[in-house]
């Protein structure tokens, strides 16, 4: 059999290892075949691909960030600020992150970089961050440990305006730089140098351009390109990048028009509408983001996300039987983590099947190994031993909860509370103030404070 | 994730190191009612199944039977792919064609009824085949050219050359334009056209017409390269894992499904998009039928799911068991629309989907009875759990004395030193060793120990870690002058934390003093010199040669003993002739601070049999020069910050210019960069330029911060001999902080200034009217020396005042003095039970709720405090 028929079955196959392993066989004989040169740098780039749209993470606010529009924005018009109007239900308000963003039901990509006290330490450095997140970093090097015998491709030594005319290379090749050797600079070059050449009439350059663009925080270039892009040829992808990016500009209401506009091409779009969802969750409107994912669940009934925000929707709106059944839905499809077993129980809990809530969370806490996560599952038992009536049990399990998570402020406002009412106020002072420091947005801290000040 | 699963029914397996590939299955019906399932490894070798050839009486679906294989042949040549079709011209019959890497060849299937129950007989039998001056990719069948009962091949070669067989006769080449790698190809019939993919990743659709046209016979046609005009293209921008055609026979309609490596496409025979979808899952294969004239697609992921959309609605989903490199549909007799699936090892399966779903089930719990003596132990294991992060118990961590024993020995012998250091002249080129020793009672889980000397003295090795510490163990380390500047002490502080085997975090330190010859050199005692201090003792004075007797040689004065210092001062402690006092005085006060602290401890360390021995201090307390050495210091420290912003502000601007410059790169009319590179130099050199002034300032900053730290330190120390009570002794200890550290948002005059504020509103107030002020809680920067001035002297004054009333007192009443200070001393306990620098943690509210509570014991102590007015009044 051919080696190039071999080599390019195996690289159908997804066994790039082997595929690379004869195409070195290949060029070692022929250095100057393109194709093998060609098949060995996607199936190089093909091996470390992560998809950028799910795995982006948002770098965090710049110090010489110009394109913030404005820095006071009108309510509603904005994801950074932290809404006021928390609407309250009998279950008690939503909770919320640490950045004051609403708790969603599934992790998303770029939310789990919010932590507190993360961006704060880099400000004084004059040097701003760029996107060239720590991903693609270390793809690089990844990629270097694997190979024996030096890098495949010189970076430095290629002929960038040479390649970028060769039709049928330049986009491999821009891949290869971009995912491969995380190179975003020569990929921005030979990406500049293709739209060129091609004169700008193709579009995936334009989004190639885009995603260089956004990696070097030039947000508003990207735009552009995009912006562009879409008017020669409509795509799902060169929607969703766009809508990214005017989140990241922090201009909700223009990425939802986006989202609306897309939706017009593509209508029932899943990835659009999971956009749209997110979106109109984060600007606090639960009732536009529930129809959204009810949407996509008859598109797509197999999608996780909007299972379990549809359950989270009812189970803040004092629905926890029609949550509950959400959740068995995502139980019975394999999902197996402590996150649900915890959702379970509360459910269990709040809709008096008090027989299963325990096992739920006894499995809640088998499963769990995050500290985070076993935090979140203490506190939440320590409100079915209050519903049980017994503090003592309920304040053994918020320490608990302190135990594995320090600074859990709502544990801390919760056990101030259980200790006021059983007689020990400076302590519980104490535990309000700790609370307030750990997390100033929460608003029981303070008015509990308040209370107690003038008592 | 699924609800549901795959249901195989009949499966079959390959033999060992048999591989296949997306074009390895074939099914057809060859001629018959129902499909055959055709399957050719890359090693050569062909089966043909028929599954469920016989069915079973009771209508169940039987398993794989020996005779369902109807042909296997092993050829000596890898199969790249099979094809059917009418191949075999004036003839209507289906032919398998059969594509080797370098011959195509076109077989018939020939089936003998058996005569006996034994079956059938089958085999193949070869009708012609065809050279390839290639090698072959991949083929595809179709009637080309609408031609009417017959169908054509054409065989893709793998550098992009299409190779065009009518039947038995070979017709045309011809070469691709812009080709690279072979993509999956696919006809149109109702175009009568060829749609791949091309290498820039665009489809592009060709016409037969135009293809046969633009070939060519008589040249290679990989050299002459006839441009071939797509009819024509897509651009996809992602390269695709497979494409096929769908014929919707009902509605006339060609449908172009293309799978992506992210997303599915369905194209219309015109190229324009009927609809995409997103995939957010890597798919490897698929396949697609019309049903009721919606397009069906099934997908296979990577994660052995395989997914039915209708449209972009996804409508089913279930879960594999193996992860196949290729799906079929087949109509077998006893079940329309099996799914055939394929894996790259050869198994091969018949499979429908079930309606029952498969729910996932959890492993079950173990904990089904309740065992109440492991639960209480559990209870009391999360309780220990709570306990110890807690550390609530105070009783577990007393006797840390007793586990463990820190012995410090000073060598007194001095060494030459060997280290590096930054003296300028290295006269005083000596070091001394220290010894420390652990000796721990139990064994210990990790140990760091910190050794700590106050610059300019240097410790080297500064500290310690140990793991599992069970046996003695002792460390050299040596100290050394690093700069030759004055010292403000030579205490030696070492600090060891532990974490004992229970997982108890435990503190011990030790302070010692280093020999002063370390530091000092013998000098000629001087009669006068300008800063004098005045230190009176309650004994007899002791003759300097017995204290200091390291610098006791022979025609030593009894009276007056001389020092050196570095920096290159001198200093002298002379015995007064007649009173109890010892006068010290030197050049600078900054010598004075070591000097003091010298005579204090060794004067301690002779009297130390007599308890009641006291050194005291009298005179007022040199707050001009303090001031001064702090003034000097707020200087220097303003200019570094105002480098420091400089160098800030110039970098933020060469960032800016790289910025500007990037976008100037990007122009697209691109105009001149020198300006911009001039700015850019500029700033460069402006920001060395800054940077080196910047160094050249810490270098006076660090200077300063020792000359301040000196000062503070005899100040300490002479307002320890003022005996103004230990509770205010330490609030003042806490207060001037000897170790001068200037953080980037908060200096030494920002803190002590908040500190001052604080005694004087607390400790030290005039009245109780100040008391009740609320005291600072926030640190505010210092701007304005004089404020700092004022407070500072404040303080001295107030100090001084306290130390005279005192004394008045005990030369009044020795007896009631010690009465007279408890009102004080109980209000001031009530703030000194914690050390300053704690407070101002603490919150206002604490604040507003302490001076509730202290207004309410003011009146309690209000006789007391009027008494105390009275007996002064007596005075």
Redesign the interface.
Known sequence: ??P???A??LF???HYDKCIDICTSILDKQPLD??AW??KM?ALTQRVYV?DL?SEESPQDDV?DENVVASAPRPGTSLKSTSTAVPFTALGARPRTATGRPISGVVRPGTQTGRPGSALDRL?T???TTAQSARAIRLGTAAMLTQKDGPFIQVSRLNLAKYAKI??????LFEYLFYHEGDIRNAMELA?LATQHCEFK???WK?QLAKCYSA?N?IR?AEQQIRSALKQ?????SY?RLIRIYIRLDQPLSAISLCKQGLEV?P????IMTELARLTEALNEPQSSVKYYRSIV?????N?EAIACIGMYHFYNNQPELALRYYRRV??????SPELYNNLGLCCLYSQQLDLTL?CF??AL?LATDPLIKADVWYNLSYVAIAAGDIGLAI?CL??C??ADPTHASAFNNLAVLHHRSGKPHLA?AYF?SAREHQPELPEPGIN?EVL?DA | ???FKLRHFWSTTSEDDE?F??NSLLVTKLNSDFDYIVTAS?SGVLRIFNPLSENTDDGQLGEYHPNDVVVERIFDL?I?QIGSGRLVSGNQVTHLAILH?LLLSVYTLIIKAGKTSHGNQSYLELVYEHKLRR?A?NLVIGPFGSSQNRDFICVQS??GLLTFFEQESQVSYVALT?????CPISYIAKTDSFVTC????HIVCYKYKSLSEASDESVDPIYSKPKVVPDWTY?L?E?I?DLTVINDIINKEAWLTILGE??LYSLNHRGS?R????L?YPP?CFRCYILDSYLFTLIVS?INML?IYQG???KW?AHLDFLP?TIHRAFLKPMKGTLVLLS?EGRLECAYLGTE?C??V?PP?N?QELDYEKLEKELLE??D??RT??NNDVAVQTNIEKELQLNLTVNESIEICVYEHNMKNAANNYMCCVTIDIVPQVSIQEAQLALLVQRPLKIVPNSMFYSNLSEKTSITCYVFPDESTEVPTLALEVKLSVISSLGVPRALSRTTFLPMSLIMEPSIPEKENTHKITLSTSEAPIALPTLFSEYTHEGTSANSIAFKSPAGKTGTILLGKSSERYRLQAESLTTLSLLVEQLVSRLKKYYSQNETYRVSFSSSLPAGEIFEYSQKHFLVKQEVNSLQNKI?QL??QY??IQKRL??KY?AKNPSSLKSLELLLDDTYTDILEATEQLENEMDNLSKAQIDLSCVVHLVKQLIGMMEIGSGLMEMINSTFCTRVYDL?TQSWEDVTDTSLCYLLRTALAKTDKDKLRVAHTSFEEVKDMSKFEKHLSQVFERIQKKQSLKEEDETEDDVPANENTNPDTSKEDFHLDKPIGSQFGV?S??L?SARKSLSRRRHKNGTDTDEAVTTVAKV
């Open positions: 059999m051919d190039m028929y071999l390019l079955s159908r196959r997804r393109q194709a060609c098949l996607r998809d799910e010489l004084k004059s040097r701003g039709k049928t290379l330049n986009k491999p500049v193709d579009w995936y989004i070097l030039l270039d040829h409509p795509h799902i992808e969703i593509f029932n779009d899943v990835s008859i598109e797509d009934a197999m996780t139980l019975s499809m394999g999902a197996h096992a006894q499995r088998d053994q320490n608990l302190l135990v002072k103030t404070l000040q | 994730m699924s609800l591989y590939d997306q890359q890898p790249l890497p090698s990719y793998l550098d812009d080709f690279l790698m072979p091309s290498s820039d990743w651009n921008g390269s894992i992210k997303n998009l609809f995409m979808k997103r957010d490897v990577e997914l972009t609605t996804l989903s490199v790259e779903p729910l996932f959890a719990l904990v999360l309780e759990v709570i992060t807690n800030s970098s933020s960032r800016l990037i976008a990007r980037e919150s509210t604490r507003l």
